[in-house]
């Protein structure tokens, strides 16, 4: 029966599953925070230009 690919990979210890996952979570609020940001300002642009 052939392995996974999985297997080859070396073990991951706590501390470093956590340090990416946080990694991972503050490129997720940054990137939201950003969108958002530019959404109210297209909404803002929006209504200067409109009213």
């Known amino acids: 029966m052939a ?3 999985m297997s080859d990979l070396p073990p991951v210890t706590e501390e470093a599953f956590v340090a990416n996952r946080q990694q991972v979570w503050a490129s ?3 990137f939201t ?3 958002v940001i ?3 300002a297209i909404l803002v642009l929006m209504a200067i ?3």
């Open 3 to 5: 392995q996974s690919p």
């Open 28 to 30: 997720f609020c940054g």
């Open 33 to 35: 925070t950003g969108t």
């Open 38 to 40: 530019v959404a109210v």
């Open 49 to 51: 230009f409109l009213l």
